[in-house]
Each structure stands twice: as structure tokens, then as C-alpha cells.
T-cell receptor, first 112, second 114 residues
Framework: AQTVTQSQPEMSVQEAETVTLSCTYDTSESNYYLFWYKQPPSRQMILVIRQEAYKQQNATENRFSVNFQKAAKSFSLKISDSQLGDTAMYFCALANDYKLSFGAGTTVTVRA | DTEVTQTPKHLVMGMTNKKSLKCEQHMGHRAMYWYKQKAKKPPELMFVYSYEKLSINESVPSRFSPECPNSSLLNLHLHALQPEDSALYLC?????????????FGAGTRLSVL
């Protein structure tokens, strides 16, 4: 069985500042993939970033970056230069073949 | 094009009605998924199709009946639903098999059962 834990139900950040979302996971697999998905109030789940467990280099996509600590089973997401459009619920997810195991989600609100 | 299209966007139905949700993708993906999502909760996997065959059913009640008529289409037939089935229903698609494959989601159908 695999589990994903997001311990921050809600976070608030001022526009242009940085916010970090935490995620821890547990899996018995040696190779796996981790994802951060964003779900704005418009409902569509959008992939933010993907990390391959065998790669030590942390993934980066524009203003989004991760801090992947494999030994600690930690996968945090940093949003830099926050924008109003970043307001959404963010889900951390762990993939095992077809199945995505999601964390409970963190609601991020960006204040103007 | 990474688009998964779901129709309708909203659906209200009575407990005795029969309705269907539709999902379409043209990315050549051979895996398609149905998820159920309650407000402020993560999506819960319901069904997985691979090569148009049902490969995973997460013990979903029989009042939900999935169908995959071809590689681009996925339907979810609804019959005799209960008010607790009210939720956002998400469809997703991906390439087959490996954990590395990204699932692309549609915008969902908001279902209300009266």
C-alpha cells in the first residue's frame, strides 16, 4: 500500500511572494513517480510538475520547483513570485502503474 | 493538444432517472479513467480502461456502469443513483502502463442527485 500525506489544509500568500507546500509519502516501490496537480475553482485538474524518483535533480517548471528528498520520502512544492492565478487546491500524488494515490490537498490563496 | 472533454458540465437527476456522462480525448491515449470527487477532497478512482477493456473496478456500486465504445470515448451510465452520489465526476486519460505516464484530466461533470 502507498500513502500520501499533505499536512497543510490551507495556506495564504501575498502576491509576488513565495510559498512552500509540504508532502510526504510512503511506498515500497524502488522506482516511482511523484506529481503535483493544481485544481483551480474552475475544477480542471492540471499537472504542475513531475518528479522521477531515480533522478536526484529536482524538477523545475518556470515558477514551480520541488524539493525531493528520497530518503526522507518528502516532496515539497515551492511556488515563487506567486500570482493571483495560482489560487487553487494543490494535490500531491504518487503513481503506481494506473493508480494515482492523492494527498488530502492544500488550498492556496494568493492575496492581492 | 492535451484536452479531455467532458459533457455535460452540469447534470441534475432524480433517483429514478437514467443518464450518461461522456468523455472524449484525441491524444491517442489507450488508458482512460473515471474518478469521483467530493468537495474539498481528492479524487477517488472508480474505473480504469486499457485498450478499451475494463481493467480496474474499485468496487463501485452497479448503479454506475462504465462503457468504452472506442479508443477515444468513455461513457459512464447512471441509474437509480442516491443523493450521496452527488459529486464532481472527472475523466482522465494517459498513455498505457508505466507510472511515469501523466494523467490528463477533463473539467468534470457536476452531478446533483435529488
Amino acid at each position: 500500500a502507498q500513502t500520501v500525506t499533505q499536512s497543510q489544509p490551507e495556506m495564504s500568500v501575498q502576491e509576488a511572494e513565495t510559498v512552500t507546500l509540504s508532502c510526504t509519502y510512503d511506498t515500497s516501490e524502488s522506482n516511482y513517480y511523484l506529481f503535483w496537480y493544481k485544481q483551480p475553482p474552475s475544477r480542471q485538474m492540471i499537472l504542475v510538475i513531475r518528479q522521477e524518483a531515480y533522478k536526484q535533480q529536482n524538477a523545475t517548471e518556470n515558477r514551480f520547483s520541488v524539493n525531493f528528498q528520497k530518503a526522507a520520502k518528502s516532496f515539497s512544492l515551492k511556488i515563487s513570485d506567486s500570482q493571483l492565478g495560482d489560487t487553487a487546491m494543490y494535490f500531491c500524488a504518487l503513481a503506481n502503474d494506473y493508480k494515482l494515490s492523492f494527498g488530502a490537498g492544500t488550498t492556496v490563496t494568493v492575496r492581492a | 493538444d492535451t484536452e479531455v472533454t467532458q459533457t455535460p458540465k452540469h447534470l441534475v437527476m432524480g433517483m429514478t432517472n437514467k443518464k450518461s456522462l461522456k468523455c472524449e480525448q484525441h491524444m491517442g491515449h489507450r488508458a482512460m479513467y473515471w474518478y469521483k470527487q467530493k468537495a474539498k477532497k481528492p479524487p477517488e478512482l472508480m474505473f480504469v480502461y486499457s485498450y478499451e477493456k475494463l481493467s480496474i473496478n474499485e468496487s463501485v456500486p452497479s448503479r454506475f456502469s462504465p462503457e468504452c465504445p472506442n479508443s477515444s470515448l468513455l461513457n459512464l451510465h447512471l441509474h437509480a443513483l442516491q443523493p450521496e452520489d452527488s459529486a464532481l465526476y472527472l475523466c482522465a486519460s494517459s498513455r498505457l502502463g508505466a507510472s511515469k505516464n501523466i494523467q490528463y484530466f477533463g473539467a468534470g461533470t457536476r452531478l446533483s442527485v435529488l
